[in-house]
């Protein structure tokens, strides 16, 4: 199916940087392409919001209520990354490539089923914001903007499970390369298609989705093309090799129903909070979109370490060092914590002239720079149990850091939000709520990792890693 273990040199010659030498070399040398990597993934949705905003707030509520009714639905099926990054970069680790690529086919399966379940929401998109709490304007100009998104979900799908594997493999330029292109796509099409420029008909905020679908879409194949078609270092798949294979689909499955489980949490948190938030207007809303979109911007570079945190303890786990997985964690941590608090900072001091990049309005610049303010003072903590909770995740661990998100966010800042929101009568009684889990859900994580229950669930699955799959 791919290249064999003839050598088993081959697969170590290139990677040996991961289990062997310098972890913060190793930590700095995969966390920086897969923050640049995260930066272009979200700057899809930034770019949206920046054209979509010279359409005014009810515009912007349109993006950002559609963007958590896709992302309720995705995070559903995203897990099954998690599985990808954490089952092949153990693989790797114990120089196994034919698990790692039998995992692949696996994972780009489950994608693609994923992708039609999605897909199949279709019929519902103005039902799924009404029940968010849209206003009627907010529907009218979502609902298109919604389908188009569920119909392109395989585009997101798809490239996110082909560079869920690079990672766990060690490899974060290619990823890099190609949704970097993908990114020029969007940023060039969205004022198009949004404006009607060069003669096309203006979509308005559909248009922002149907760009960031055909960028995606074009990503989506140039990665298909090094695994089907170039051949990688690590893999180099066939059309005849997409069949499915019980065990190993049983397996990851295993590892993402509880990372599902952790993304879902998520999101669900994030539509009680918009509910919340939308007891106030529209102009709150707007607000709050424009924050969330710039706080999980300012996320990527800790997704960026956290991910490298679980290659690192993935590989290192392949390869029977626990003790070496843990320090690299840490490592991470360490230094993801000290850009949040950095970027922290920004986030308070320059406040309201960040906000005004995407809109002029003055009350949401008021209302979105009080909230930048909460976000920022609690950055660290929110690195702390990004980081450590993807190092669990490398070792195949998602039960507990989906515990621990649940308590955090559903059964502390949800009823917390609303028993502020509603006792202030303003919406900083939520933005308090959100500092206040962020705070709690840090330390819970720093307690979860220092137990060490990862490590035992970690050699479970090198086992199954060090076997030859037959």
């Known amino acids: 199916m791919t290249a064999q273990r003839d050598d088993p040199e081959a697969g170590l010659k290139s990677e040996s940087w991961i289990t062997h030498g310098s972890l913060v070399g190793a930590t700095w040398r995969l966390a920086l392409p897969m923050i640049a990597t995260g930066l272009l993934h979200n700057s899809f949705s930034l770019v949206d919001l920046y054209f979509v905003g010279r ?31 954490t089952l092949v970069s153990q693989a790797i680790g114990a120089e196994n490539r034919d698990r790692a690529s039998m995992i692949t086919v696996q994972g780009l399966l489950m994608a693609a089923v994923m992708s039609l379940v999605t897909a199949s929401a279709f019929p519902f998109a103005s039902s799924c914001l009404k029940i968010l709490g849209a206003s009627p304007e907010v529907v009218k100009a979502g609902t298109p903007y919604l389908q188009v998104s569920l119909i392109g979900s395989v585009t997101m799908y798809m490239s996110i499970t082909f560079a869920a594997v690079l990672r766990g493999a060690g490899d974060a330029v290619t990823p890099l390369k190609i949704i970097g292109l993908g990114n020029l796509i969007n940023i060039a099409l969205d004022p198009i298609l949004i404006f009607g420029w060069i003669g096309i008909p203006a979509l308005g905020v559909t248009g922002s989705a149907v760009a960031t679908v055909i960028a995606r879409f074009v990503a989506t194949v140039l990665l298909a093309k090094v695994f089907f078609v170039d051949g990688h270092e690590h893999f180099h798949l066939h059309v005849r090799d997409l069949k499915p294979h019980g065990k190993t689909i049983r397996e990851m499955l295993r590892i993402g129903v509880f990372g599902s489980g952790q993304m879902l949490t998520r999101s669900l948190s994030a539509l009680a909070m918009v509910s919340i938030v939308a007891m106030f207007g529209t102009v709150p809303v707007a607000a709050y979109g424009i924050g969330m979109r710039m706080w999980m911007a300012v996320l990527m570079p800790s997704m960026g370490f956290g991910n490298a945190a679980m290659t690192l303890v993935g590989q290192n786990l392949g390869a029977h060092k626990p003790e070496r997985s843990a320090r690299a964690a840490w490592f991470a941590t360490g230094m993801c914590a000290a850009v949040a608090m950095v970027v922290g900072i920004a986030f308070i001091l320059f406040a309201e002239p960040l906000v005004a990049v995407f809109t002029s309005q003055r009350e949401v610049v008021s209302i979105g720079s009080n909230l930048l303010f909460w976000l920022g003072v609690t950055m660290p903590f929110f690195a702390f149990s990004l980081v450590l909770g993807r190092a669990m995740n490398g070792a195949g ?25 509603n006792a202030w009568g303003s919406p900083t009684g939520v933005w308090v709520a959100l500092a206040a889990s962020n705070v709690l859900q840090g330390v819970l994580f720093v307690f979860a990792f220092w137990w060490g229950r990862w490590k035992k669930i970690g050699k479970k699955h090198v086992a199954l890693a060090d076997l030859t799959v037959s």
């Open 55 to 85: 359409l005014g707030p009810a515009a912007i509520s349109a993006v950002t209520i559609s963007g958590i009714a896709v992302s309720i639905l995705l995070m559903l099926g995203l897990g099954i990354t998690i599985g990808c990054t």
């Open 397 to 421: 661990d998602t039960f507990w850091p989906m515990l621990t998100t649940a308590a955090a966010m559903l059964v502390v800042r949800v009823p917390l939000a609303y028993c502020l929101a």
